[in-house]
């Protein structure tokens, strides 16, 4: 996708498609009043008539327009004029998009802007404008027969801007959500694959491609031969059930010299069916979605790259199967994890935090600025939250904050829940150290509180994205979240959001 910036009135601009907005009172944004004037009123008279109503979602595709260079006008509503905010906002470009898609537009210009919302700048709008976008475009065939039809038509988004002071920023934001998506896309395609293609030793090449692609990125793939030598038992315990090599994932980009990382860990479990202690039948298949939190760490690694950030940045990602089988781990198994400490197993589907806690354990040979755990952890934690946040648990509530102030600035958003010590007494074990899972009450917390187990000394945030990484029924798939935030949270590192 091309990208670019205009101070061209809407009228003046010659392009395939100009995109404005109007509000539900009947005022016409910046665009839409050039339009308006230049077109001697056929704005105003549709909102007069009846026939542009300006709600969110709603939307008006005009085509020669007299006064009007564009070939095409398209109009979104954006709601009511004081009460714009960035999710509006979003959903009035998703809804533009999604006529795009389908039409033979080739390049649109957008003069959609937040003015009226706050605090945010023409580096964020243009960064949504294109992420939203090119998330709307995102289609995944590759597991379809035939030969998948051709994309849509569309080459260029122009971003229209008040001031050639904004222009910078704003190509900015533009470039920064076009890697964003592109880190989405990857983080979707590994999600949506079915567990018979993307498997461990998919995923590890996967990440080799990265490390090619970019000479940024190292990328090490360790066998079990290694895992086993590095003491990771909790980990191979998961892995024992299936007949697939477990692999142990390790990417480094190297952007700012001798700085302490920023440590990303990701569950990749390619397939949850729940060990012995098997899962139900309906709805197994989405278990193929487990591997979503190495998912997004790849992705943001992408990103990253893509960006060339000045900034250290680690990903390790632990991954295989948990299957039933004669060799499987059993409910009462008594493993030793790679720290030393003994964890009985007193249910094989909670095989997350098995993995997890191996490789928060070697992660700690980076020296971590701060370290974050990615995974599709718990169903409680879709209990808890539903499927509009993502879960943030960590010791440290300064860095809770500014992982929920970056997932609001993404657009990408989080909420705490507590991990006091209170909620570890669940953990308790007769026979070792302590027990893999903590009963029923507060799974997604008891879930946290072992991982910290393993995490002690260290800058850690454990985020359970159970609730945000996929969508079931009929759009069924994967959403590339926490892409968004975790690109912020590394974008804000290294102060490149302005
Ligand atoms: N991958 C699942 C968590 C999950 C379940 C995510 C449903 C999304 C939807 C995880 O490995 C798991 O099975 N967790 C168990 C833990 C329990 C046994 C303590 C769960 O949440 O039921
Ligand atoms: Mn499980
Ligand atoms: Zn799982």
Not at 54 to 66: F, I, R
Not at 136 to 165: M, N
Not at 176 to 196: C, E, F, K, T, W
Not at 218 to 234: F, N, P, Q
Request: proline share 3%; glycine share 10%.
């Amino acid at each position: 996708m091309e990208l670019g910036t205009t101070t061209s009135a809407a009228s003046r601009r010659a392009s395939d498609c100009v995109l404005v907005g109007v509000y539900a009172d009947g005022d016409l944004g910046v665009g839409a009043a050039d339009i308006d004037q230049s077109s001697k009123g056929v704005l105003k008279k549709l909102v007069k008539d009846g026939d542009l109503n300006g709600k969110v979602g709603s939307s008006l595709l005009l085509t020669a327009v007299a006064g009007v260079r564009a070939k095409r006008v398209l109009i979104v509503g954006l709601g009511k004029s004081n009460n714009l905010t960035i999710s509006k906002f979003r959903r009035a470009i998703s809804t533009a998009a999604k006529l795009i898609k389908s039409s033979k537009i080739a390049d649109v210009v957008s003069y959609l802007n937040l003015e009226s919302v706050g605090e945010t700048d023409a580096y964020y709008a243009a960064r949504y404008t294109v992420e939203t976008i090119g998330c709307e475009l995102y289609r995944f065939t590759e597991t379809k027969s035939g030969r998948p039809s051709r994309g849509p038509a569309l080459k260029e988004i122009c971003i229209a801007v008040a001031s050639r002071g904004d222009a910078a920023k704003a190509l900015r934001g533009a470039e920064h959500g076009q890697a964003i998506v592109g880190g989405m896309s990857l983080a979707r395609d590994l999600g949506n694959l079915p567990p018979n293609i993307c498997t461990p030793a998919y995923l590890g090449r996967t990440a080799q491609k990265l490390g090619r692609q970019y000479k940024s990125v190292t990328t090490k793939v360790l066998g079990e031969a290694e895992i086993k030598r590095l003491g990771m038992h909790s980990f191979l315990s998961v892995t024992s059930g299936t007949e697939l090599p477990a692999k142990l994932i390790v990417m480094q980009y190297k952007g700012a010299g001798k700085d302490k990382p920023i440590v990303l860990v990701g569950k990749g479990i390619t397939f949850d069916a729940g060990g012995i202690s098997l899962k139900p039948g309906p709805g197994m298949d989405e278990m193929k979605f487990d591997m979503c939190g190495a998912a997004s760490v790849i992705g943001t690694m992408a990103v990253v790259a893509k960006l060339k950030l000045p900034v250290n940045l680690t990903v390790v990602v632990p991954t295989c199967e948990n299957l039933p089988s004669g060799t499987a781990t059993r409910p009462g198994d008594i493993i030793e994890s790679m720290a030393g400490k003994t964890i009985e197993v007193l249910n094989t589907d909670a095989e997350g935090r098995l993995i997890l806690c191996d490789a928060l354990t070697y992660s700690r040979r980076f020296k971590p600025a701060v370290i974050l755990d990615v995974a599709t952890l718990t169903g409680a934690c879709v209990i808890a939250l539903g499927h509009h946040h993502t879960a943030v648990m960590s010791r440290s509530d300064a860095l809770a904050r500014d992982i929920m102030a970056a997932g609001v600035a993404a657009d990408d958003r989080a909420w705490q829940l507590p991990i006091d010590g209170e909620y570890e007494q669940q953990l308790k074990s007769n026979f070792a150290d302590f027990a893999n899972i903590g009963g029923r009450e507060g799974g997604a917390i008891t879930a946290a509180s072992f991982l910290s187990k393993f995490t002690s000394d260290m800058n850690w945030a454990h985020l359970d994205i159970a609730g945000t990484a996929w969508k079931s029924g009929s759009a069924k798939g994967s959403t590339g979240r926490p892409v968004p935030m975790l690109s912020e949270i590394v974008l804000r590192h290294c102060h490149a959001t302005a």
